[in-house]
């Protein structure tokens, strides 16, 4: 496969959430990411979030789709673009980058401080050439 496309549908434990994806052997903190978030809620605000692969609460479903573009190259920086948000409370998108060279080959993907809850489905998918 050339891109990878992860798909998150459910709900978490708790309060609003952002969900993250961390690849590699990095660590968040440390790891080389950089990103561009935006979330649009009903009220009209925008706020910038740690979320690498969505946001989800506990009272609405929410979906989650990012790709990860040419996940296993070992000639350039590893970006993907993430789209997400229960349709009736906010919408959000995403630009991100991993600086390094090293193909994704271990995909964590977590909530920051909550669990998903009963039901929710992650689902990765390959993307052909």
């Given at each position: 496969y050339r891109d990878l496309i992860l798909v998150i549908n459910g709900t978490l434990t708790s309060s609003a959430e952002s969900i993250c994806v961390q690849v590699?052997?990095?660590?968040?903190?440390?790891?080389?990411?950089?990103?561009?978030y935006v979330v649009n809620t009903i009220s009209g605000t925008a706020s910038p979030s740690f979320g690498l692969a969505g946001h989800a609460n506990s009272t609405e479903n929410s979906t989650s789709i990012t790709?990860?573009?040419?996940?296993s190259a070992t000639d350039k920086h590893k970006t993907?673009?993430?789209?997400?948000?229960p349709a009736n409370s906010f919408a959000g998108?995403?630009?991100?980058?991993?600086?390094?060279t090293?193909?994704?080959?271990i995909m964590k993907v977590?909530?920051?401080?909550?669990?998903f809850a009963a039901?929710?489905?992650?689902?990765?998918?390959?993307i052909e050439a």
């Amino acid at each position: 496969y050339r891109d990878l496309i992860l798909v998150i549908n459910g709900t978490l434990t708790s309060s609003a959430e952002s969900i993250c994806v961390q690849v590699g052997n990095g660590t968040i903190s440390t790891g080389g990411y950089s990103f561009v978030y935006v979330v649009n809620t009903i009220s009209g605000t925008a706020s910038p979030s740690f979320g690498l692969a969505g946001h989800a609460n506990s009272t609405e479903n929410s979906t989650s789709i990012t790709q990860f573009f040419d996940y296993s190259a070992t000639d350039k920086h590893k970006t993907w673009l993430g789209r997400r948000g229960p349709a009736n409370s906010f919408a959000g998108m995403d630009a991100s980058r991993w600086a390094s060279t090293v193909a994704i080959d271990i995909m964590k993907v977590f909530p920051e401080n909550y669990a998903f809850a009963a039901g929710t489905t992650l689902s990765l998918y390959g993307i052909e050439a």
